[in-house]
């Protein structure tokens, strides 16, 4: 049995060929080198993923389990909408459920859902609070010097914000009236996980005077 920390590079490659062809069993041995070439043999056997899942990673995975491999009824569209539009990736699915990866992305498409990233940091100035996905995303809005991810946090630091990194925080975590920054701008999120509106760098620059 082979333990891989969820996260760890081996955890990744191996996601990414469930993503693509469904399972390990399956794929092909070009897509399987990079894996075997982490683990330092062709001999992957049993993979333990070691994770402790959120309760709302929980209901995901417990909604995800009802669903038709064919993802062809109007009940697995309801529930398809609800999980992307919490944050859950086609990959996640995919894995989960063992559905292809490309009939997922068509479904999202005709759902007309964008990918929503996972915010990797909060930050916090006073009173206020923004859900950030990444520095280079937060910098930009914050109008703050941009280089390596040392010296945004120091950047950051300097402009009085206080770094804290989330762990499985997705968009459908946010509480209502949250203001996150991805990188195509600042929002603030509505009452659901599909209300969001835009909020101007000058406000969120102008909110921290």
Known sequence: MRRLSKGCKGYQIMDAICAKYGSLPVAPDQA?????????????????????????????????????????????????????????????????????????????????????????????????????????????????SRCGTFAQSKALSRKGYHLYQLRECRYGDLPEGAVYITGKGAYRKGKNNSDYESVSADCVISRNR
């Open 32 to 144: 399987m080198r990079p894996l075997w070439d982490w683990l330092g043999s062709e001999l992957v056997g049993d993979i333990e993923v070691e994770e402790s899942d959120t309760p709302a990673v929980i209901l995901a995975k417990k909604k995800a389990e009802g669903l038709n491999l064919r993802l062809d009824t109007i009940t697995d569209l309801i529930t398809l909408q609800w999980l992307f539009e919490y944050g859950y990736t086609t990959a996640e699915l995919c894995r989960w459920t063992g559905i292809r990866n490309g009939l997922l992305c068509d479904r999202r498409k005709a759902l007309k859902v964008v990918t929503r990233k996972p915010f990797k940091y909060l930050l916090k100035k006073g009173k206020k609070e923004y859900y950030v996905t990444g520095l280079a995303a937060a910098c930009s809005v914050l109008n703050v």
